[in-house]
């Protein structure tokens, strides 16, 4: 993945992860790329169940295998909200 398709991998940190951002991110992918919609959805679905679960290597693989890591902050956000509900 290069930085013109998302989040630049050498970065420790994003540099946007503003929700109007990711919310619009997240549009543009399901209006012009269906398959890596439904992809970033099922796959944030999963880490949010692993996260609750208290599964951290699967969470984090899911992570790494990702095709935006940027776009799936959303989904580490919601991931640790739930696992912190959960405990």
Same mark, same amino acid.
């Given at each position: 993945? =290069? =930085?013109?398709?998302?989040?630049? !991998?050498?970065?420790? @940190?994003?540099?946007?992860? =503003?929700?109007?951002?990711? +919310?619009?991110?997240?549009?543009n992918?399901?209006?012009?790329?269906?398959?890596?919609?439904?992809?970033?959805?099922? +796959?944030?679905?999963? +880490?949010?169940?692993?996260?609750?679960?208290?599964? !951290?290597?699967?969470?984090?693989? !899911? @992570? /790494?295998?990702?095709?935006?890591?940027? !776009?799936?902050y959303?989904?580490? /956000?919601?991931?640790?909200?739930?696992?912190?509900?959960?405990?």
């Open positions: 993945m =290069s =930085s013109d398709k998302g989040a630049d !991998l050498k970065r420790k @940190f994003f540099k946007n992860t =503003s929700a109007e951002y990711l +919310m619009a991110k997240c549009k992918l399901e209006k012009y790329n269906m398959d890596k919609f439904c992809r970033f959805i099922h +796959m944030g679905k999963a +880490m949010i169940d692993y996260a609750t679960d208290g599964d !951290l290597k699967n969470f984090k693989r !899911l @992570f /790494q295998e990702s095709d935006d890591k940027e !776009l799936m959303w989904h580490v /956000q919601k991931g640790f909200k739930a696992a912190v509900k959960n405990k």
